[in-house]
């Protein structure tokens, strides 16, 4: 295991409470820092989707005829030596280890890493930083676990650049178990090591990016796919299904853009088009006419709809399409 024990998780979304369950599973100490008794409210039926995910998993992997069989879980397990029962129990005994907590100075007293994962808003992240900084141990390196902003946005408020940077996960991570693990200009070899290490010991592969990217290496080809396929749905050309049947079918891919989108949740997606609306010139009828036909504002009006009606995504058991309390579709 690294030297990263004391895991503080803040936020509990949806990325939250898997990196939180899977670093619980890997045998971390793990604290969940929550803004408010709602927050716990919305954590807790996200980490009892994780377990039974997690139960599911290792049942379909007891199956698998090796590592690059489609049912296997490399987060969880190696191929040699699986042994299903004790990866139960050891989810059981995650579920259960798990502390949710919403005094921010009593769940970062002792913190080796605090993983930020508040919403994709840089004014809520920088709060948070500045709340945070004053109460952190010397030795606490910061990660920020954001999917669009850059780190270095956040340096001064984080008070300690030479101990902060950048880890981003894959969702559903105990099954894409990356890790990227990306510096600012201030970020310290020794804190670029130990989170590289940390990544490791939670059954993660680290990928490092050594300049800073926004969308680093996965968002940065996954976003301009997903924003074309919500286009075509904001602009009446099709229907989600039916956009994600012409990738999945025609590609072989296991998942189209809105089977992404309810992963992610519907949040997250809206507060990205948000941003990408504030570019500037980006929706101008110039760079609309080079390649850049999205209709951002009828993005942005079509998640609203889905969100307002609490149609959050996978998680919440409803998004672009329903689910069941395991998180499977239900047709």
């Known amino acids: 295991m690294s030297g990263i024990q004391k ?3 803040a936020g509990g979304g949806v990325l939250g409470s898997q990196i939180a369950f899977q670093s619980a ?15 716990i409210g919305r954590c807790r039926p996200k980490l009892d989707m994780l377990r039974g995910a997690y139960h599911e998993a290792i049942e379909d992997m007891r199956g698998a005829k090796g590592e690059d069989d489609p049912a296997w879980c490399a987060g969880i397990s190696d191929f040699e030596g699986f042994d299903a029962d004790a990866c139960d129990r050891r989810v059981d005994q995650a579920y259960e280890s798990l502390v949710l907590e919403l005094d921010l100075a009593k769940a970062v007293r002792d913190a080796d890493l605090v993983v930020e994962c508040m919403a994709e808003v840089a004014d809520q992240k920088s709060a948070f930083f500045s709340k945070l900084a004053p109460l952190m141990p010397q030795k606490t390196i910061v990660v920020t676990n954001s999917s669009s902003l850059l780190p270095s946005q956040f340096t001064k408020v984080v008070g300690r650049p030479d101990r902060y940077l950048a880890l981003h996960f894959a969702n559903s991570i105990w099954k894409h178990n990356v890790a990227e693990v990306m510096v600012q200009d201030q970020t310290s ?3 670029f090591a130990a989170v590289t ?6 059954r993660m592969i680290p990928l490092p990016v050594k300049k800073e990217k926004a969308g680093y290496l996965l968002n940065s080809q996954l976003i301009p796919w997903l924003l074309s396929g ?4 904001a602009n009446g050309i099709s229907d989600p299904r039916s956009i994600d049947i012409a990738w999945t079918m025609g590609t072989g891919a296991p998942k189209g853009p809105f089977q992404v989108f309810d992963t992610v949740g ?3 997606a809206y507060n990205i088009v948000e ?3 504030r570019v500037p010139g980006i929706a101008t009828p110039l760079l609309r006419k080079m390649m850049l036909p999205y209709n951002f504002k009828g993005m942005e009006r079509v998640l609203k709809e889905y969100i307002d009606a609490g149609k959050l995504g996978r998680s919440a058991g409803e998004g672009f399409y329903k689910y069941d309390k395991n998180g499977n579709v239900v047709e």
Request: charged share 20%.
């Open 275 to 277: 941003q990408y609306q």
């Open 230 to 233: 919500l286009d075509l749905y």
């Open 7 to 9: 895991v503080v998780v």
């Open 25 to 39: 599973y890997t045998g971390h100490d793990v604290t969940i820092w929550l803004r408010s008794e709602g927050s």
């Open 266 to 268: 519907l949040t997250t």
């Open 189 to 191: 070899q020794d804190s």
């Open 197 to 202: 290490e940390f990544a490791r010991s939670i």
